[in-house]
């Protein structure tokens, strides 16, 4: 099967290479929402470390921070994990969904899926819809909260050995802002 697989940045996917042991894998990098530009480029670079590492193509996406502004700061003063982070996932998500059927996938993924600190369950039922409307699978991982931790935990240490930039929030200004 052909799979686009989001990728958020390279410590959130290293650990999920595996699942697509038998899969046709080209990563997607589209993260409009990560500020300042600086360390949108340290998290592309980690990405494009992992695809020349392990022999995977990438398609790299625009930069579209204003476009992604325009649509979230009307919930700029929402906590992490409210309705901005909501509409954040959505515009990742359909655009993943768009990219993959217009260039011939039969399945979409996101490394958002297995992610901690993310409601899961709002990501894999968005991209679950949004791949039925657009006649695509949506591959969810099937993992639950035990078996997530486990591989965040991985993560971690792959990271350090392959010597990936490990970021130390979420994406967005106002998320970070919020941290402090
Ligand atoms: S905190 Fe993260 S998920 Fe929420 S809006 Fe910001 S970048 Fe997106």
């Known amino acids: 099967m052909k799979v686009l697989l989001h990728a958020c940045c390279g410590?959130?996917?290293i650990g999920l290479l595996d699942f697509f042991q038998d899969h046709d894998l080209t990563l997607?990098?589209?993260?409009p929402n990560i500020e300042p530009k600086e360390e949108y480029q340290k998290r592309l670079e980690s990405v494009k470390?992992?695809?020349?590492?392990?022999?995977?193509?990438?398609?790299?996406?625009?930069?579209e921070n204003g476009l992604w502004h325009s649509v979230v700061d009307h919930y700029q003063d929402e906590p992490e994990g409210g309705e901005r982070c909501k509409i954040c996932f959505k515009i990742r998500l359909e655009n993943l969904g768009l990219t993959a059927k217009s260039n011939g996938f039969d399945a979409m993924a996101t490394s958002l899926s297995v992610n901690v600190w993310k409601?899961?369950?709002?990501?894999?039922?968005?991209?679950?819809?949004i791949a039925e409307r657009l006649g695509l699978k949506f591959f969810?991982?099937?993992?639950?909260?035990?078996?997530i931790k486990k591989i965040c935990y991985q993560e971690k240490e792959l990271s350090k050995q392959h010597n990936l930039y490990i970021q130390k929030y979420c994406g967005c200004l106002y998320g970070l802002q919020n941290q402090k």
């Open 11 to 13: 410590p959130c996917i």
């Open 119 to 129: 409601d899961t369950q709002f990501i894999n039922q968005t991209g679950q819809e």
């Open 49 to 63: 470390k992992i695809a020349q590492e392990f022999n995977l193509k990438l398609i790299e996406d625009d930069y």
């Open 28 to 31: 997607f990098f589209y993260n």
């Open 140 to 147: 969810n991982f099937n993992l639950d909260q035990e078996q």
